[in-house]
Nanobody, 124 residues
Framework: QLQLVESGGGLVQPGGSLRLSCVAS????????IGWFRQAPGKEREGLSC????????SYADSVKGRFAISRDNAKNTVYLQMDSLKPEDTAVYYC?????????????????WGQGTQVTVSS
């Protein structure tokens, strides 16, 4: 059973940067589509960015395009989310998730394995 553990969240000022990490165990991430999602209080979970196959096929939500970047380090079995130019509306719990089904849409319903989440708070 694939297990995912996120880290790297915290408190950051508007305009700042954070890099989230998601380490996998119990499976090789190269065999999965992986993505980053977030959920703010009172809102539905939303897909931010997904690597839909090991050959690329990256997608980004309009709300983070140009500010966030997803990447994968297969040697470390880790996926990252680099977040720049953070805004207060980026405040949420951030989750990484994975599915064996490649090229799925970057929506929560399409992903089967989830981490526990890491809190990101953007505030001055």
């Amino acid at each position: 059973q694939l297990q995912l553990v996120e880290s790297g969240g915290g408190l950051v000022q508007p305009g700042g940067s954070l890099r989230l990490s998601c380490v996998a165990s119990g499976g090789t991430l190269d065999n999965y589509a992986i993505g980053w999602f977030r959920q703010a209080p009172g809102k539905e979970r939303e897909g931010l960015s997904c690597l839909r196959s090991s050959y690329g096929s990256t997608s980004y939500a309009d709300s983070v395009k140009g500010r966030f970047a997803i990447s994968r380090d297969n040697a470390k079995n880790t996926v990252y989310l680099q977040m720049d130019s953070l805004k207060p509306e980026d405040t949420a719990v951030y989750y990484c998730a994975a599915t064996r089904v490649l090229f799925r849409l970057c929506i929560p319903e399409g992903y089967d394995y989830w981490g526990q989440g890491t809190q990101v708070t953007v505030s001055s």
